[in-house]
C-alpha cells in the first residue's frame, strides 16, 4: 500500500514525507503539491489507498478535493490535515466523508499515531474533536453517520453506502463503526433498534443481516 501526501507548502510536505518513511507504517510514501497531480497519481498507481489532503491548497479547496476523490476513487480513504483548528471544522471534514482530521500542531509520533488508526479502520479526530462530539446520553451522531443509519435502517451494505455518499468503502466502515460506538451497540440491527428509540429512524425502518 501507498500513502499520498497532498500539501502545497514544501518545508511541511518535506517534512511529512520524513517522518512518515521513519513511522513503521509499512507503506511507501508519496507527495506532491497540487490536487491536479494527486488525481494523476490516484488515476496511475491502484496501490494508493490513502491520502493526507491539507484543508488550504493553492488555488483549491480541500473539501472540495476530498468530494473529487470521493467520487473518482471511492475506495480510497482520506485524512484531512490543517493548522486550522477552528472548531467544528474537524467534524465537518470528517461529515464530509474523510477518515479523519490530523492538526499540523501534533508532533511527529501522534500523527503517525493517528493514521495507524485511519489504517486500521477507524475515523480518527482529535481528543478536543471528540469531546464536543459527545453527547450526555452516550453519544450524538454527525451529519454523515445520521446518512449512514438512515441507509442501514433501509438494509444497504457497506458498498451500497459507498457508492450513494461518493464516499471509500472503508470510510463508511470506519463511519459504522463510530455508530456502534455511539449508539453502544454490536452490530447493524442493533444499531436500526437503538436509532428507533433515539429518533433518529422512524419505527418502520430494519435492518438487514449482510
Given at each position: 500500500?501507498?500513502?499520498?501526501?497532498?500539501?502545497?507548502?514544501?518545508?511541511?510536505r518535506a517534512g511529512f514525507h520524513a517522518v512518515l518513511e521513519q513511522g513503521a507504517l509499512d507503506a511507501g510514501i508519496l507527495s506532491v503539491s497540487s490536487v491536479q497531480e494527486a488525481m494523476q497519481i490516484l488515476q496511475r498507481d491502484p496501490e494508493v489507498g490513502l491520502v493526507l489532503l491539507d484543508l488550504h491548497l493553492r488555488g483549491d479547496d480541500g473539501f472540495h478535493a476530498l468530494k473529487l476523490i470521493g467520487e473518482k476513487h471511492p475506495t480510497t480513504a482520506c485524512i484531512m490535515i490543517s493548522g486550522d483548528e477552528q472548531e467544528g471544522i474537524a467534524s465537518r471534514a470528517v461529515a464530509a466523508g474523510a477518515s479523519g482530521f490530523i492538526p499540523k500542531s501534533f508532533t511527529a509520533d501522534e500523527m503517525v499515531a493517528a493514521i495507524k488508526k485511519v489504517l486500521e479502520g477507524e475515523i480518527f479526530l482529535p481528543a478536543r474533536?471528540?469531546?464536543?462530539?459527545?453527547?450526555?446520553?452516550?453519544?450524538?451522531?454527525?451529519?454523515?453517520?445520521l446518512e449512514v443509519i438512515s441507509m442501514l435502517g433501509r438494509g444497504c451494505s457497506n458498498?451500497?453506502?459507498?457508492?450513494?455518499?461518493?464516499?471509500?468503502?472503508?470510510?463508511?466502515?470506519?463511519?459504522?463503526?463510530?455508530?456502534?460506538?455511539?449508539?453502544?451497540?454490536?452490530?447493524?440491527?442493533?444499531?436500526?433498534?437503538?436509532?428507533?428509540?433515539?429518533?433518529y429512524l422512524p419505527s418502520t425502518a430494519y435492518a438487514a443481516n449482510r
Open positions: 500500500m501507498k500513502i499520498l501526501i497532498v500539501d502545497d507548502h514544501p518545508l511541511f474533536d471528540q469531546a464536543a462530539a459527545a453527547a450526555p446520553d452516550g453519544g450524538s451522531l454527525t451529519l454523515r453517520q458498498k451500497e453506502i459507498a457508492r450513494a455518499l461518493d464516499v471509500a468503502e472503508r470510510t463508511v466502515k470506519a463511519h459504522v463503526s463510530a455508530v456502534f460506538e455511539a449508539l453502544n451497540v454490536r452490530n447493524r440491527t442493533q444499531a436500526v433498534l437503538a436509532a428507533q428509540r433515539r429518533g
